[in-house]
């Protein structure tokens, strides 16, 4: 007679595969987060490595690359604390509020006519054409302050609640508000400089 408490799962997991089947994805997804491709490359062995240390803790309930993938974004979240704490770094706020100084009018609060939102022209489906966007909207991503990094990517991406964002961050919802509503504006207008 068995007893319940003796069942283990039998989880067939590949570790010797798993960098042919998962590492380009896993590399994908963490440069996309974080602009960085050493780092991108480090989280991603990390991520086998700590994969590796759990694996008798794989139950299954998943597939491999779901589990992969939630081991590299824990690795993410980290770095996104340790840039976000790195925030003594004014110099980079300072610079990229200046850059929105005269997005609008002070009398009014209506936008300036040389900063007024103009559309993009990727509403296209040329490939070519999105790639360019794409290259000149990762260079915008990386001018931004870390936290500021952090909070967008967390949102916009990771599609995170902004309960998570501000508990994994650190951050009061308010301060979290300013920060996308920046976040946008900056982007908005380096894309504008730099793309149209």
Not at 13 to 18: R, S
Not at 161 to 176: A, G, H, K, Q, Y
Request: charged letters at 30%; hydrophobic letters at 35%.
């Amino acid at each position: 007679m068995s007893n319940n408490n003796d069942i283990t799962t039998n989880v067939s997991t590949e570790p010797g595969k798993w960098v042919a089947q998962y590492a380009d994805y896993l590399y994908t997804y963490a440069y996309t987060r974080i602009n960085d491709e050493d780092l991108a490359k480090d989280l991603v062995q990390e991520t086998f490595l700590a994969a590796l240390e759990k694996l008798d803790q794989f139950k299954g309930n998943s597939s491999e690359r779901t589990w992969l993938t939630a081991i590299l974004k824990n690795k993410v979240i980290d770095v996104y604390r340790k840039k976000s704490s790195a925030f003594a770094k004014k110099t980079d706020v300072v610079e990229a509020e200046q850059e929105q100084q005269d997005f609008f009018d002070h009398d009014d609060g209506h936008w300036n006519v040389e900063h007024r939102p103009k559309a993009f022209g990727i509403e296209e489906q040329d490939p070519l054409t999105n790639k360019e966007f794409n290259y000149i909207l990762q260079k915008c991503l990386q001018k931004l302050p870390a936290l500021w990094l952090s909070v967008f990517t967390m949102k916009h991406m990771d599609d995170q609640t902004t309960d998570v964002i501000c508990e994994e961050l650190r951050v009061s919802p308010s301060n979290f508000w300013v920060i996308i509503h920046r976040t946008k504006l900056n982007l908005r207008a380096c894309l504008q400089k730099n793309w149209i």
